[in-house]
């Protein structure tokens, strides 16, 4: 029997109290998100149930308790706050998937502290922007990548503290620390912070079309929705084994990677080496893995390699299997069913800003292969007219995926962004603070994707409503890479799109001109390709850039990034009356 039991039934008595239930959490209990993924698991007697089980590049491995969760995340909060961290500071993560970054995540909402985690592969100027967003007071990262961090440092005031995790301790900086929180005294008790429901917890930044990324920033309370979720839509149960294949530099990794399975006392796999398909079957074989949450591209991957790869592995263990990031095409859900003993992949529709899952495929449910499902109950949700902002009733139609504000894990805010954060709400008032809008039910949060939506109320996704790139389901801003584009000596002017891609479904193609005195060539596209991976990461580098006389422009001088993208795609490049003629 699925937690989730009769999906009609849960959304005719629903109300997010039976997140509580679910949780087994009584009023005045406390709610830090650090403790219920750990303290709170011991408590209840399952200290010694496996937490972790880790494995790395190079055979490393390990294999770590609730209670090494305990031990460790209050090692972490004791160590910040010795350094002088306070509730409220930022503290970035920037490693690869180790075990200290889920130590660390928990030790920092111990201490009240906002976490901060970003993907270990950006490169420094990635890193700079976001650091600086946030005025992040500490940052931890391993002897591997701290290297980028040096680079930035000075010009980062506000960044006090850089400690190094892992690496060599002997060859810091003398403004380094060096923390082994395994070979570190174990703190047996932390006094954890007395957060409330609206206690900042972690701050996620993403990607728009225009600007920098922004921080989404959520609360505490955020667990109710991340456990309610993990129960009725991954249907995790206490002796389950779990492999979410996400880094915790994006919100699914923390979401779904960390808070919702351990808030419920759920063993979790965490793979931190290099995607082939035989290496993640054999992970599976080897762990027993029962749940599977991963991404399409990677799914796509796999389907590329072939059902004979999948038959020389005993993978009879898997039970439930879901996909998130980027639309799953009907093959990929049928090939999955095929291969792994009728088991299909469930999409899952969601984004950083909404902490949490809102349209999912439900397990005992019909998938209609290629569609993202049905909402989650407690969620109110429709599509809008693309131009009336009205909710549309016409099955089939298309329109704008939108959400009514007030679900737990609701991101709060951008960080100190409230006119972008406003700009998100339909019907809000120019002078709507943050905490209104998030509350204000008669408001409209409009996710920035299209979609229809059947005669029986299945979702189909249909792409986003703006310039955002979504490559292997991670969103990368064109503006972030125009930006960095410019900075090389060779070019002059720059747009970024997204092309179609078989496996990622975009990758990034860039249009330069180029400055006086250079020639396009494959070297100069080279070269140029590998300033933006290693200023920006190897998710942002163009696969491919063409050189251009001039970019298409609108009169006031806007490159017309939509121009770009139909010649691209093959697509009528509709009115472009606006555009510069001369
Ligand atoms: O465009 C949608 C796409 O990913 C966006 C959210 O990205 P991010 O905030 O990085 O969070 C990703 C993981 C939750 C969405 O606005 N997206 C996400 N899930 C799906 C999807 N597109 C199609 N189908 C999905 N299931």
Sequence with gaps: MSNIGSYEKRLSD?????????????????????????????????????????????????????????????????????????????????????????????????????????????????????????????ILTTKKHVKKVRKIRERLPELETIVVVEGNPSKLRDDEVFFDVEEAPKVDVFDVYKS?????????????????????????????????????????????????????????????????????????????????????????????????????????ALMKDGDEVVKEFDLSSLRFLASVGEPLNAEAVIWSGEVFNGLQFHDTFWQTETGAMMITNYPGMEIRPGSMGMPFPGITACVLDLKTHEPLTEPGKVGLIAFRPGWPSMFRQYWKKPDIYRSKFVGASDDAMPDQLRTDTSLWYVSGDRASIDKDGYYWFVGRDDDVINTGGHLVGPFEIESALVEHPAVAEAAAIGKPDEVNMEVVKAFVTLKPGFEPSDDLELEIMNFIRKRLSPLAMPQEIEYMDKLPKTRSGKIVRRYLKALEWGEDVGDLSGLDDD
């Design 14 to 138: 629903f109300d997010w109290g039976q997140a509580r239930e679910t949780l087994g959490w009584k009023d005045g209990e406390l709610l830090n998100i650090g403790a219920m993924c750990s303290d709170r698991i011991c408590a209840e007697g399952h200290g010694e149930r496996t937490a972790l089980i880790w494995e790395g590049f190079g055979n490393k491995s390990g294999k770590y308790t609730f209670d090494d969760l305990r031990l460790y995340s209050n090692g972490f909060a004791q160590f910040l706050k010795d350094q002088g961290i306070k509730p409220g500071d930022r503290v970035c993560i920037f490693m690869d998937k180790i075990p200290s970054l889920y130590f660390s995540f928990l030790g920092i909402l111990k201490l009240g502290a906002i976490a901060q985690p970003l993907f270990s592969a950006f490169g420094d100027e990635s890193l700079e922007v976001r650091l600086a967003s946030a005025g992040t007071k500490a």
């Design 196 to 300: 409330t429901p609206e206690t900042p917890s972690v701050l996620h930044y993403t990607s728009g079309t225009t600007g920098q990324p922004k921080g989404a920033l959520h609360v505490h309370s955020s667990v109710w929705g991340q456990a309610l979720t993990t129960s009725w839509v991954l249907d995790l149960k206490p002796d389950d084994v779990y492999w979410c294949t996400a880094d915790p530099g994006w919100v699914t990794g923390t979401s779904y990677g960390i808070i919702g399975p351990w808030s419920l006392g759920v063993t979790q796999c965490v793979l931190d080496s290099g995607f082939t398909s035989r290496r993640w079957y054999q992970f599976i074989q080897d762990n027993r893995v029962t749940v599977w949450y991963s991404a399409p591209t990677a799914i796509r």
